[in-house]
């Protein structure tokens, strides 16, 4: 009895190294995900930035044509 219960002993030793192992690897595979998950916000904030620098570029021209288009109609 004694042996088949260091037999299971080592069974559940063996499993649980196995699990460690395993969960080892899916902690890596988040570490790197939660990094190229932050890589790509960075990039979107970037590409936002742009467009609202964009935008803030074209409405200033809007704003200017308007204007001189009521200053002409108003000479």
């Not at 219960?5 to 559940?12: D, I, K, N, P, S």
């Not at 904030?45 to 803030?56: C, G, Q, V």
């Not at 074209?58 to 000479?75: D, G, H, Y």
Request: proline content about 0%.
């Amino acid at each position: 009895m004694n042996e088949r219960l260091e037999e299971r002993v080592a069974r559940v030793e063996g499993v649980l190294e196995q699990m460690d192992k395993r969960l080892g690897r899916v902690e890596a595979e988040i570490k790197e995900l939660r990094q190229e998950i932050g890589a790509e916000i960075r990039e979107l904030r970037a590409e936002i930035r742009k467009l609202d620098e964009r935008f803030y570029s074209f409405m200033k021209w809007i704003i200017a044509s308007l204007a001189s288009m009521w200053a002409t109609l108003m000479a």
